[in-house]
């Protein structure tokens, strides 16, 4: 792995730690109801836990990149393939065009699902 790989994966993993979970929930209940001095040592030990866990998650998933090496590879071309497919279906898909046409007005329940499933 090159060093400009490991850097970029380090700052996007820094950024998905440091978005508020279960951690920060668990923490913000500390402070409420110990108060803020009483949590360093809950905050230091979340953030050892942290660093542990992800690195133990990060050093298996390079072992399994690298031993499913070759079906990765041939997963992105799968998916190059699929891709280039979805491409030539949707130049060749015939083109309506519909006069006066206005979309649907969705309801608050559909789309509080389509919220859900993102």
Known sequence: MHLTSLLIFAAALFVAAGSPGP???ALV???IAK???DVFPFLLAMWIGEAIWLSLA???LAVV????HFAFVVLKWVGVAYLAYLAWKMWKAPVE???GEMPREESAVKLFFAGMAV
Do not use: D, L
């Open 58 to 60: 990060v050093f298996g």
């Open 65 to 68: 990149a690298q031993t499913f």
């Open 29 to 31: 209940a500390r402070v």
């Open 23 to 25: 951690s920060i929930a």
């Open 97 to 99: 065009a519909r006069e």
């Open 35 to 37: 108060g803020f001095r």
